[in-house]
């Protein structure tokens, strides 16, 4: 099977499609209506050509989709908003009228650095701060596997305790038709309901599994940084010395890490690749849920409107904002 240039990301209501030109948001709304937007996309790694080798371009497209993916949540929030402001409207008997107005680039800037910082202090530094109660400091390997340990166990009980709520269950079903409308997609079928419904909800070119890859490769690297450390200074790295070292080499970690990704993609046929992606498609089993035929068309309508779909088998209402 082949792994072609797409991806995406579920968001309220709703699914973000990602090709090589184009990014394509669709929202279902209470009137059943699909809502879409859509807007040329180029990386930045694929207009320069030094930006494109790489780990540089893993680098680059991790901060990319970071921003991309807030910035979608938000548009999908957005709509959400209106939505339940329109139906109060109507309930009271007034005229909804929408203001015009788009989430600032300051509160997108804002909201990306508060979950970065977020991130980093549950899953970066909190790991570290553990671990180093155990008095294992000195000992670089036994210490970023525990660190490592904390670290995904951090990982996999927040998603699992996020995946009760019913909110998230809604955004893990459309993540489900996501991955099976791709898997659909990659397989040279044609994108309906029916035939996306055959696919499973499991991908192993997932975010979920890069974040995984992430926590893991990391456990390496910062053990041979620790080593290097200690036999350039004779000493182990303190706390904040060991999260500044660990967080300045966090790009090269992320960078790796979707070089890894995009390789398990390729050769998802080879048998040991099946094995190391594993424990990856083991959390999709909660970040992903079995999506409503209805959900599966708002994946459709995204992914055919990103690759620039003319034609499509949908019969369902849709207007491009």
């Known amino acids: 099977m082949p792994d072609l240039a797409v991806g995406g990301q579920a968001v309220i209501e709703g699914v973000m499609m990602r090709s090589d030109d184009r990014i394509a948001t669709a929202v279902r709304i209470p009137s059943g209506e699909i809502l879409v937007k859509s807007e040329n ?24 989709m970071l921003v991309i993916g807030i910035r979608t949540l938000n548009f999908s929030a957005d709509i959400a908003v209106r939505e339940i402001e329109r139906e109060k409207a109507e309930a009271e008997g007034k005229q909804y009228i929408h203001p015009e107005k788009a989430t600032s680039s300051l509160v997108l800037i804002g909201t990306a650095v508060f979950a970065v910082g977020l991130g980093i202090l549950v899953f970066f530094f909190i790991p570290l701060a553990i671990s180093s ?16 340990f904390i670290r995904v166990t951090l990982f996999v009980g927040y998603v699992w ?44 070119r997932c975010g979920t599994s890069f974040i995984l890859i992430v926590a893991l490769f990391a456990i390496l690297i910062y053990a041979i940084s620790d080593t290097i450390f200690y036999f350039v200074t004779g000493d182990a790295p303190g706390l904040l010395q060991r999260f500044g070292l660990h967080f300045s080499l966090l790009p090269l970690v992320a960078g790796a890490s979707y070089e890894l990704l995009k390789l398990s993609g390729r050769t998802r046929d080879n048998a040991i690749t099946r094995i190391l992606i594993k424990p990856g498609l083991w959390i999709q089993r909660i970040t992903t849920k079995e999506p409503s035929p209805s959900q599966m068309e708002v994946a459709i309508v995204a992914l055919e409107t990103a690759l620039g779909m003319t034609e499509s088998k949908l019969s369902v209402k849709k207007t491009c904002l």
Do not use: C, M, W
Not at 172 to 193: C, D, M, N, R, V
């Open 41 to 64: 996309y180029k990386s930045v790694s694929s207009r320069h050509k030094l930006l494109g080798i790489p780990i540089i371009r893993g680098i680059i497209t991790f901060f990319e």
């Open 133 to 148: 109660l155990f008095g294992i400091e000195k000992n670089a390997v036994s210490f970023n596997i525990l660190a490592g």
């Open 161 to 204: 305790a996020i995946s009760h709520f019913p909110e998230f269950k809604k955004v893990f079903q459309y993540h489900g038709a996501e991955h099976k409308s791709i898997f659909a997609y990659e397989s040279g079928e044609e994108l309906t309901p029916d035939n996306v419904q055959r696919y499973p909800r499991l991908h192993p």
